[in-house]
Antibody, heavy 118, light 111 residues
Framework: QVQLVQSGAEVKKPGASVKVSCKAS????????ISWVRQAPGQGLEWMGW????????NYAQKFQGRVFMTTDTSTSTAHMELRRLRSDDTAVYYC???????????WGQGTLVTVSS | QSALTQAPSVSGAPGQRVTISCTGS?????????VHWYHQLPATAPKLLIY???HRPSGVPDRFSGSKSGTSASLAITGLQAEDEGDYLC???????????FGGGTKLTVL
């Protein structure tokens, strides 16, 4: 069965960077894109961007351009999302999700809480 | 503000039917992009409920159905059950933003 397992919670200081990983299993990793979506406390979902593992093409939301970097490691079927120059309003749960055939998020990771606090 | 607009809350009694709407614009739903729906319980990841406007993934009961018209989409839930409580979120693609957009979510309470 398809599974996306994310790395554990992180606590970072403002200005630092965080890197979240998402290990996929149960399907051919290079066949589907991976999106990253975040959810601030009590807020809705916010799409950050996606990456296609077969060629590492990326599409980042304009809001995060220059601060977010998505990569993949096909040897371990793992996607990574690095967010730099963290601010307090980056505190959120970060999810990875598999891009389905019609641009839906058909499987989700369990989420990674990133807390940014001085 | 979210690119897709949803009412903050809706409620219904067990066994009743409720609908949840999602209003977009000419750059997303109105441009013909598919709408997808998710169900999210507190402190858990969203779960895909409806994809491609009206298709149910395997395992989703036929009590859930989706539709789309113009710049809006709707999710209907019939035969409400207590386990249906939670947040329902819509999602589409926006060609101005060149990425996914989500609704703010509608919280369903089963009375």
């Amino acid at each position: 069965q398809v599974q996306l397992v994310q790395s554990g919670a992180e606590v970072k200081k403002p200005g630092a960077s965080v890197k979240v990983s998402c290990k996929a299993s149960g399907y051919t990793f290079t066949t589907y894109g991976i999106s990253w979506v975040r959810q601030a406390p009590g807020q809705g979902l916010e799409w950050m961007g996606w990456i296609t593992p077969n060629n590492d093409n990326t599409n980042y939301a304009q809001k995060f351009q220059g601060r977010v970097f998505m990569t993949t490691d096909t040897s371990t079927s793992t996607a990574h999302m690095e967010l730099r120059r963290l601010r307090s309003d980056d505190t959120a749960v970060y999810y990875c999700a598999r891009n389905g055939r019609v641009a839906q998020a058909d499987y989700w990771g369990q989420g990674t809480l990133v807390t940014v606090s001085s | 503000q979210s690119a897709l607009t949803q009412a903050p809350s809706v409620s219904g009694a067990p066994g009743q039917r409720v609908t949840i709407s999602c209003t977009g614009s000419s750059s997303n739903i109105g441009a013909g992009y598919d709408v997808h729906w998710y169900h999210q319980l507190p402190a858990t990841a969203p779960k895909l409920l409806i994809y491609g406007n009206n298709h149910r993934p395997s395992g989703v009961p036929d009590r859930f159905s989706g539709s789309k018209s113009g710049t809006s989409a709707s999710l209907a839930i019939t035969g409400l059950q207590a386990e249906d409580e939670g947040d329902y979120l819509c999602q589409s693609y926006d060609n101005n933003l060149r990425g996914w957009v989500f609704g703010g979510g509608t919280k369903l309470t089963v009375l």
